[in-house]
């Protein structure tokens, strides 16, 4: 939808989209708002899930492993997706676009693991996302990355903050019952996913 929202706002491609509302005047930030959240309101009305979500989310739920959510979406297309698909599976924090700065800066991402009671930032955490500010947001708070691939977004799965690729959400039950080879700045590091699952189950 980031086509159509810079064709309603008046913007090229090469301008982050909330960077232009936070520089409007305030008196035009919410006019500018609410054109996105009209779009954003549509689009619910054709949302899907993702292949293996469910199953993913049965797993980590099984396993008592926390979830949390980060993006620059606002609160309803985010609740319509979890009480729609996902009804029983708890997120807690739950970040929306009215936390700043929003992603690609990590302190969104940071403020789920200060909840989390991790005191070394992003380390011990997973970021799962389909676009580059999911991935430089993972990376910036130290998280492992982990790339949800399609046609569009492909050219992301060499990018340095990308450590691993996978079609399908489910595909991350054997990422995290067996670990994975992940990049870090074109460096091999390997990205204990079974510890954090352990660990998950030992708090």
């Known amino acids: 939808m980031f086509a159509e929202m810079r064709a309603a706002l008046g913007i090229t491609k090469p301008t982050d989209i909330l960077d232009h509302i936070y520089s409007l005047p305030p008196a035009e930030q919410e006019a500018a708002q609410e054109k996105i959240r009209a779009i ?45 698909f996902l009804p029983t599976s708890k997120f807690h924090p739950v970040v929306t676009r009215e936390f700043r700065p929003p992603k ?28 580059i500010d999911d991935m430089t947001a993972g990376f910036r708070a130290g998280a492992a990355t982990v790339l949800l691939i399609n046609e569009v977004n492909e ?10 690729v996978v079609r399908r959400l489910d595909e991350l039950i054997g990422v995290l019952e067996n670990g994975f080879e992940g990049r870090v700045e074109g460096g091999e590091e390997s990205v204990d996913a079974k510890g954090l699952v352990k ?4 708090k």
């Open 40 to 84: 954003e309101r549509t689009a619910m009305a054709s949302q899907k899930a993702q292949p293996g979500l469910v199953q993913l989310m049965d797993y980590l739920d099984s396993r008592g492993i926390p979830k949390g959510i980060c993006t620059r979406n606002f609160d309803a297309p985010v609740e319509h997706l979890l009480t729609t």
């Open 104 to 131: 690609p800066d990590p302190a969104g991402i940071l403020h789920i693991a200060s909840t989390w009671a991790h005191d070394n930032g992003g380390s011990n955490l997973i970021m799962v996302g389909d676009s």
């Open 155 to 164: 050219h992301l799965a060499e990018h340095q903050h990308t450590d691993l």
């Open 199 to 202: 660990e998950a189950l030992e």
